[in-house]
T-cell receptor, first 112, second 111 residues
Framework: DADVTQTPRNRITKTGKRIMLECSQT?????MYWYRQDPGLGLRLIYYSFDVKDINKGEISDGYSVSRQAQAKFSLSLESAIPNQTALYFC???????????FGPGTRLTVT | RKEVEQDPGPFNVPEGATVAFNCTYS??????FFWYRQDCRKEPKLLMS???SGNEDGRFTAQLNRASQYISLLIRDSKLSDSATYLC????????????FGSGTQLTVLP
């Protein structure tokens, strides 16, 4: 089984809808991250969490919110989706000693 | 100027060739360095960490030059399966640390 899982894997939604992307991990890492990837722009950090009570904004947090429900779960919400949030979204965990990150398979989100 | 810049690519090389990727970073406080590999429409996967003394893993060699703020990845004896996008990743340390990803360099190894 994969160490980092994301649901859904693909989603098409309409402008203005609320949508939640979920991430679960079995690696036992405290640190979790949400990124988005757009063609030619690389990965950009949306939010990150170093433990259950810790939430931090990343480079592009506007229009997004997160919830760290447990060590193993970190959810990303789009409160009112807009078309420029169409992207590939990745969740990742991090080993705190090596800083190496482990990514989920991604969620391809399309906002029409 | 981008915080992490990579060769624009794409690189198209024949099987068996040696290919080198370069990456420069602007934050002199950067402490950790990595190369990730990303196959088309898949998640990035850690290829190797980059250490100050340089390190090698099979056909892959990574070098770090802190004075020039430069990282390199050398792939020897390229295989078809090496075709992917290679991401240079740089991290600061401490409580406010963040990873910054380069945009990636695309490699295609041709038969």
């Amino acid at each position: 089984d994969a160490d980092v899982t994301q649901t859904p894997r693909n989603r098409i939604t309409k402008t203005g809808k609320r949508i939640m992307l979920e991430c679960s991990q079995t690696k036992g890492h405290d640190r979790m991250y949400w990124y988005r990837q757009d063609p030619g722009l690389g990965l950009r950090l949306i939010y990150y969490s170093f433990d259950v009570k810790d939430i931090n904004k990343g480079e592009i947090s506007d229009g997004y919110s997160v919830s760290r429900q447990a060590q193993a779960k970190f959810s990303l919400s789009l409160e009112s989706a807009i078309p420029n949030q169409t992207a590939l979204y990745f969740c990742a965990t991090e080993d705190r000693s090596s800083y190496e990150q482990y990514f989920g398979p991604g969620t391809r989100l399309t906002v029409t | 100027r981008k915080e992490v810049e990579q060769d624009p690519g794409p690189f198209n090389v024949p099987e068996g060739a040696t290919v080198a990727f370069n990456c420069t970073y602007s934050n002199s406080a950067s402490q950790s360095f990595f190369w990730y590999r990303q196959d088309c429409r898949k998640e990035p996967k850690l290829l190797m960490s980059v250490y100050s003394s340089g390190n090698e893993d099979g056909r892959f060699t990574a070098q770090l030059n802190r004075a020039s703020q430069y990282i390199s990845l050398l792939i020897r004896d390229s295989k078809l399966s090496d075709s992917a996008t290679y991401l240079c990743v740089v991290s600061t340390s401490g409580s406010a640390r963040q990873l910054t990803f380069g945009s990636g360099t695309q490699l295609t190894v041709l038969p």
